[in-house]
């Protein structure tokens, strides 16, 4: 029974390649995250959806595109992957109430993409 | 103004000792500061969090200080032992924003 899900835990992809991450929380949250963490450990938030609707959209490249067919889920959809993609990317999930900023995120075990 | 500033990079404490991760802000309105451990292999996982209206919380062995004036805060683990060796990212947070703001990460190795 975990909470947050993620498949698969390592890809291996060539540049150039188009490749997905799934994502699946069944802690009946409301909001979702994509979180990319590099070599040197840094996370750095990507992406976030509350209720299926996306709030959150950094300086991401064009090339990922998430999306979040109802609220237990959120994909990541890569494209023409690159080099400098590789790292290992994160899901998370919370529940957001009232506005509040005290609300535990909760992570997923990872998914370490490597591009070669 | 959205940074968070954490340091030392790395920390390497015998075990017993006390282990003290700090971190600074710039951002007044952050007003939830949680820290994460994340274990090799694994996501990150909520350790223990303060809101600015109190100046200490502790939970077993872990204690935040926080100085609001100073816009600081730090992670004490006493008694640190080897199953505590793991990164430790210190975050901040502000009401309605959904983001989360996260440090770089302090490596800590706790040697037997």
């Known amino acids: 029974d975990t909470a947050v899900s993620q498949t698969p835990k390592y890809l291996v992809t060539q540049m150039g390649n188009d490749k997905s991450i799934k994502c699946e929380q069944n802690?009946?949250?409301?909001?979702m995250y994509w979180y990319k963490q590099d070599s040197k450990k840094f996370l750095k938030i990507m992406f976030s959806?509350?209720?299926?609707?996306?709030?959150i959209n950094e300086t991401v490249p064009n090339r990922f595109s998430p999306k979040s067919p109802d609220k237990a889920h959120l994909n990541l959809h890569i494209n023409s992957l690159e080099l400098g993609d590789s790292a290992v990317y994160f899901c998370?999930?919370?529940?957001?109430?009232?506005?509040?900023?005290?609300?535990?995120?909760?992570f997923g075990p990872g998914t370490r993409l490597t591009v070669l | 103004q959205q940074q968070v500033k954490q340091s030392p990079q790395s920390l390497i404490v015998q075990k017993g000792g006390i282990s003290i991760i700090n971190c600074a802000y710039e951002?007044?309105?952050?007003?939830?500061f949680p820290w994460y451990q994340q274990f090799p292999g694994k996501g990150p996982a909520l350790l223990i969090a303060?809101?600015?209206?109190?100046s200490e919380k502790k939970e077993g062995r872990f204690t935040i200080s926080f100085n609001k004036s100073a816009k600081q805060f730090s992670l004490h683990i006493m008694d640190s032992q080897p199953g505590d060796s793991a990164t430790y990212f210190c975050?901040?947070?502000?009401?309605?924003?959904?983001?989360?703001?996260f440090g770089a990460g302090t490596r800590l190795f706790v040697k037997a």
């Open positions: 998370a999930s919370s529940q957001e109430v009232g506005g509040r900023s005290y609300n535990e995120q909760f």
């Open positions: 802690l009946g949250h409301d909001t």
């Open positions: 959806y509350n209720n299926k609707e996306l709030i």
């Open positions: 951002n007044t309105a952050f007003d939830y």
């Open positions: 303060i809101r600015p209206d109190v």
């Open positions: 975050a901040a947070r502000g009401a309605g924003g959904f983001k989360t703001i």
